[in-house]
């Protein structure tokens, strides 16, 4: 663009350059799958609800500054700040249960991905894998109960999959809480492994734990990940 006032002091033609602002795109996920929507043991919060309250604040964090964010999956197209909770909220109801989200839009830069990563782990390995090698770079928030985290049971206890067939009755389950934890922290290692191996991020988070300490902990990532971008 020809800056005509500074043009107009001489015989030069001065030129103002303007740098292309492009408006980078948010992708969130909450997995969807009954296990993470089933309720906490007093019935009033899920996992999910937790996942959609980080994910969905994130966005509306991360499109103040003229940034674009949708829901992976979702009926809706990409939108900035304006009526982007009510959207992203309706959009997350209407997700289905699957192994690893769907396909990002094609302009995605950063994606945050939030489940208790209980599935099978070779299909998140190898969405993950594809989305790296595409350039983009995210954020595997797991969130679990503290009954997952602890395993505080005693007795004569039933354990059931939520929406599933798998039942099974422990008469001293304390017995399996040593074999229980080992496996919970080898999952936990293995899920953050891979967010390592591809250079993105890994946070827990357990339900009865502070919100704002996460959502803080992924805005902060989200962050890094941008400056290494």
Not at 9 to 16: A, E, I, Q, S, Y
Not at 48 to 59: C, K, T
Not at 135 to 142: A, P, S, T
Request: proline residues 7%.
């Amino acid at each position: 663009v020809i800056d005509w006032r500074r043009s107009a002091t001489g015989d030069d033609l001065f030129v103002r350059e303007h740098e292309l602002q492009t408006a980078r795109l948010l992708g969130i996920w909450v997995d969807p799958k009954p296990g993470f929507r089933w309720p906490d043991a007093e019935g009033t919060i899920a996992k999910s609800d937790h996942g959609v309250i980080l994910s969905v604040a994130l966005a509306k964090s991360f499109c103040e500054g003229g940034d674009q964010a949708t829901v992976l999956g979702g009926p809706s197209r990409a939108r900035g700040s304006s009526g982007l909770i009510e959207t992203m909220l309706a959009d997350l109801a209407t997700l289905e249960a699957m192994t690893a989200p769907p396909p990002p839009p094609r302009q995605s830069s950063a994606l945050i991905i939030a489940s208790d990563f209980y599935g099978p782990l070779p299909a998140f390995q190898n969405w993950i894998a594809a989305e790296a090698g595409a350039g983009r770079k995210g954020i595997l928030l797991q969130i679990c109960d503290p009954d997952e985290v602890a395993f505080p049971f005693e007795g004569r206890v039933r354990f059931s999959e939520p929406a599933g067939p798998l039942n099974r009755l422990f008469g001293r389950s304390e017995q399996v809480r040593e074999a229980y934890l080992d496996r919970f922290a080898k999952r936990q290692a293995d899920v953050k492994a891979i967010a390592e191996n591809f250079g993105w991020a890994f946070i827990s988070h357990v339900t009865d734990q502070p919100l704002l300490e996460t959502a803080f902990a992924c805005q902060s990532a989200l962050a890094m990940l941008d400056e290494t971008s």
